[in-house]
């Protein structure tokens, strides 16, 4: 009797669970990998009693993708700049709500990062998460290397003739733009003989690989001596390896002239639930969390009284860690049209084919 009694309190514990479990608002989230504090997104299911379903990607493009397949209808997005102008000018985000995200007020924004996006179409429908350059991670045990990167900056990485092993990001928007760079011209150019250009810097590199998140650790560990990065994915590591307390053997250099980029919350018109979507944003703005996110990511934060938390108490006061010191020069992404965007995918798929 008493093994019958057990068994129907097992049955009703776990009826019990599952009525709760079905109780729970689910929340679909798609990011970048590494860039978001686990233990935050658990913290956000118990206070909101929500359930998020989290997947990452290694590209704006494969956000894009995703958004459009509506294999997952998801909520909550984090694209760069560029992407975000894209979505919206197809119809496919949702303006921010501002009343829904109160944390705002008490929060302020860089100066240098307000100014990416406010006055462009992207305004309203995005809120900021983090920002940073492109540039290039070496690792310092050949002190040639850094000798090249300081001759030739950006162009370091497209010397055919080169000794060295090079990675290359996998993103047509920050390949092209690094050839673009290392040949003086804008980011944005649409001139097709600069294009081209490019295409050709591109096609005769001695590239070692193309990667994603992946290249960073490559320069980290000697396999790479050099590869285009973002910003934070350096202090990534450089957190990684003080915590193992393992010898650091790599650095960062930012081209006095380079991109500057900022990625940021956007709910596509494929959301389910927008209120919680807001809730989910507004969690992040809070400055405790925004701190441990900071904290957990490694990338520069956008709002102010974090980053100087960071750098004061955190003692986050590396070089590069503000992604536009004074004399700098700094060049977001606009997004300029299909066939623009189709012309990029164009010359990476070539450079990656020879």
Not at 85 to 104: F, S, T, V
Not at 139 to 166: G, K, M, R
Not at 182 to 198: F, H, K, P
Request: with cysteine; aromatic share 14%.
């Amino acid at each position: 009797m008493k093994k019958v009694w057990i068994a129907s309190l097992f049955v009703l514990i776990g009826l019990a669970l599952m009525a709760c479990s079905s109780d729970k608002e689910t929340l679909y989230v798609l990011n970048w990998g590494e860039y978001m504090d686990p233990d935050l997104v658990r913290d956000f299911e118990r206070e909101f009693n929500a359930r998020v379903v989290y997947e990452t990607v290694g590209s704006n493009e494969e956000m894009e993708l995703k958004i459009k397949q509506r294999i997952t209808d998801y909520d909550i997005v984090i694209p760069s700049e560029y992407m975000i102008d894209k979505l919206q000018q197809e119809g496919l985000l949702h303006p921010i709500n501002l009343a829904l995200l109160p944390n705002l007020d008490a929060i302020e924004f860089f100066a240098d990062a307000r100014a990416i996006y406010e006055g462009h179409t992207i305004e309203a429908y995005m809120i900021p998460y983090f920002f940073g350059t492109i540039g290039i991670m070496y690792n310092t045990t050949n002190p040639d290397v850094l000798a090249v990167i300081e001759a030739d900056s950006l162009c370091a990485l497209f010397d055919p003739a080169t000794p060295f092993n090079i990675g290359m990001y996998d993103s047509p928007r920050d390949a092209v733009a690094a050839a673009l760079l290392c040949l003086g011209y804008s980011v944005n150019t649409q001139d097709e003989s600069e294009l081209q250009e490019a295409e050709d810097l591109l096609r005769e590199a001695s590239f070692t690989r193309f990667g994603e998140d992946d290249l960073k650790g490559d320069v980290a560990l000697g396999n790479l001596d050099m590869a285009l990065v973002y910003s934070g994915d350096y202090f990534e590591m450089i957190f990684v390896y003080e915590e193992d307390g393992a010898p650091i053997n790599f650095d960062y250099y930012a081209p006095e002239h380079t991109n500057i980029w900022i990625d940021g919350f956007v709910i596509p018109t494929t959301a389910q639930n927008i209120p919680l979507a807001h809730a989910f944003i507004n969690f992040f703005l809070d400055i405790d969390n925004a701190v441990q996110n900071a904290d957990w990511v490694g990338y520069t934060p956008v709002i102010v009284e974090v980053f100087t938390i960071m750098v004061e108490d955190y003692e986050y006061d590396y070089e590069h860690y503000y992604p536009q010191p004074v004399g700098s020069t700094r060049e977001p992404f606009r997004y300029l049209g299909e066939v623009h965007a189709n012309r990029l995918n164009e010359i990476l798929n070539r450079a990656k084919l020879n």
